[in-house]
Structure formats: C-alpha cells, structure tokens
C-alpha cells in the first residue's frame, strides 16, 4: 500500500485559500507543516508552487502537477496527471499532499492519513475543501486555545482511515 498522506488547514467554513494565498498566519502551523514533512516527498498543484514565497520547499522532494504537457519546474520533478504522481509514491515512505484544493480533492480516495489544522473561524475564500470524516478515525488531537498571534482557536488532528478505497 503507497504511503499517502495529506496535509491541510481547513477553516469551520471549509475555506483554505484566497487569491492563492493561505487565509492566515499560523506559526505553530508552519512549525507542525515542516516537522511532518521534512526529509518526505511533498506532491502540489502548479497554482500552490506559484504561492510558495520561496519556490519549492526544502530538503524534499517537490512534485508539481500541471495540465501543461512538456512544462517543467526548477527545483521539481514535474508531472502531468494524479496517476503519474502516484506512481512516484512509496510503499515504505510516506508522501504529502501539500495542496491546493484541486489536488486534495483528486487525491482524497488515495490517501490514508490525514494531517488537519482545524481552525475554529470562518473566512472568506475562494478556494474550499470539504472532507467527510465519518471513514476515518482521530489517531491524535492538539488543541491550541492560547495563541496570542491570533485571535481564534484551531486544532492540529491526525485522522487515519478506517478501511482503505483505491490503493
Ligand atoms: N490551507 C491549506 O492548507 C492550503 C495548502 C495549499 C494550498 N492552499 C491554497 O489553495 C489555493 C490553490 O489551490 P488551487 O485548487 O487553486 O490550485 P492547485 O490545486 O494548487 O493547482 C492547480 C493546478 O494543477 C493542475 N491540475 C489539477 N489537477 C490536475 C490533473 N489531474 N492533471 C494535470 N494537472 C492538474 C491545474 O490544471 P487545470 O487548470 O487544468 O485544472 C492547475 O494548473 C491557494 O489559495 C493556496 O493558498 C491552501
């Protein structure tokens, strides 16, 4: 079975991007982003590449899919379909959907572990990603109600999936 995560913050409204920019500053978010994801292989959309402030991440592996055949991305391996994406994951090392909400939408049958920030707040957005929870089960929950960055609370939840769909 591929080792397929995703990893995500999600407002109460479902909202996770505006103007492909994120919705918020979260420290402690970035803080949780990098530890999962360190040292992994991270799959993104072209438009999420194009919001990183610094290009592509840091001592991984960065994976971009684009619907234009024959372009590629510095720094990345480039690949033009889910199904090629997939064939670059891993039994044994876990991979990251990092976004955006085309590519978690493609990517939610896959995956088996979820990595969600839940933030308690509603925002206005452009971009939604809607999950339904009841096939998978909490396997660890933070709550973060005393951040004195910002004015809501969110919580950091790792979900694993109760019975496996496609890989
Ligand atoms: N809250 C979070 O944790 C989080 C994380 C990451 C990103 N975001 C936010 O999400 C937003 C970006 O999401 P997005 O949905 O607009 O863009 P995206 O998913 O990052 O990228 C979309 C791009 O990928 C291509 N693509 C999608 N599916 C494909 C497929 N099956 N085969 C080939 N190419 C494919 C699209 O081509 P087409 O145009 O042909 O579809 C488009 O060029 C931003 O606001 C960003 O800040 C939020």
Redesign the pocket.
Known sequence: MKQISI?????QNH?????????WHISK?FQW?KDKTRGHQVI????????LPNGPLPKRNNI?????KGKTFEGCTT??????AIEHCSETEESFI?????????FLAYANKFYL?LVHKDFE???F?EVDFSEWKIIERIDVNDDPQNDFTYSFIVYERNSLQKT
Not at 15 to 23: C, E, S, T
Not at 79 to 84: R, T
């Open positions: 990893i995500v913050a999600i407002a909202a996770i991007g505006k103007d492909n920019d994120l919705l978010d982003f993104m959309g072209e438009r999420t590449l194009h919001s971009v899919i684009t619907d234009k690949v033009y379909s889910i199904e090629e990092i976004g955006g909400g085309s590519i978690y939408k493609q920030t957005a452009d971009t990603f």
